[in-house]
T-cell receptor, first 116, second 116 residues
Framework: SQTIHQWPATLVQPVGSPLSLECTVE??????LYWYRQAAGRGLQLLFY??????ISSEVPQNLSASRPQDRQFILSSKKLLLSDSGFYLC???????????????FGAGSRLTVL | AQKVTQAQTEISVVEKEDVTLDCVYE???????LFWYKQPPSGELVFLIR??????QNEISGRYSWNFQKSTSSFNFTITASQVVDSAVYFC?????????????FGSGTRLSIRP
């Protein structure tokens, strides 16, 4: 069965410090991968999505970046965090194509980031 | 451009009441998918349903039912005989189908509280 792991679960970082959140998927190949952010009491904002190694689509201009160094690994980074980067970050994956599971997202448990 | 609107920010009802969560979407594409996800207090999102734009049949799953109407671009979710365990944030989402990497966007969510 497929599983998705996301870490760290909780992170407290000072303004201006770097960030690295990691997500890995097991039990499937060639997944679509996604990063979403949920600010406190807000909806889910799509940050990045990827169809393959090294292929990243950015949805919102900001000081965050994403990378996909391996097929089932998706990393969210920042060189210098802002206060506004605080939030709940969710990684997700979906099958490709048009089959029964296409576009159905399976989410990780999330990473709660507090920037002070 | 794609957009999902969940106008109801918060809903509170007494247990056993029926409740409907509204979702209105915008897209210029003729082929797309609509989704509902549940986010319980634990934070992890759970997939509830996917509906193809070509299938306007309403669906019922136990106490849950979904009403898809293309004429009004709505995909509403009804919980019958609500229970305290239904308390969660519910998200409606939209994606295009047929592409290898679908951008999937979410509404702002509706926080549902079921009072005993």
């Amino acid at each position: 069965s497929q599983t998705i792991h996301q870490w760290p679960a909780t992170l407290v970082q000072p303004v201006g410090s770097p960030l690295s959140l990691e997500c890995t998927v097991e039990g499937t190949s060639n997944p679509n991968l996604y990063w979403y952010r949920q600010a406190a009491g807000r909806g889910l904002q799509l940050l990045f999505y990827s169809v393959g190694i090294g292929q990243i689509s950015s949805e919102v201009p900001q000081n965050l970046s994403a990378s996909r160094p391996q097929d089932r690994q998706f990393i969210l980074s920042s060189k210098k965090l802002l206060l506004s980067d605080s939030g709940f970050y969710l990684c997700a994956w979906s099958h490709r194509g048009s089959g029964a599971g296409a576009n159905v997202l399976t989410f990780g448990a999330g990473s709660r980031l507090t920037v002070l | 451009a794609q957009k999902v609107t969940q106008a109801q920010t918060e809903i509170s009802v007494v247990e056993k009441e029926d409740v409907t969560l509204d979702c209105v979407y915008e897209t210029r594409d003729t082929t797309y998918y609509l989704f509902w996800y549940k986010q319980p207090p634990s934070g992890e999102l759970v997939f509830l349903i996917r509906r193809n734009s070509f299938d306007e049949q309403n669906e019922i799953s136990g106490r849950y039912s979904w009403n898809f109407q293309k004429s009004t671009s709505s995909f509403n979710f009804t919980i019958t005989a609500s229970q305290v365990v239904d308390s969660a944030v519910y998200f409606c989402a939209l994606s295009l189908s047929g592409s290898s990497a679908s951008k999937i966007i979410f509404g702002s969510g509706t926080r549902l509280s079921i009072r005993p």
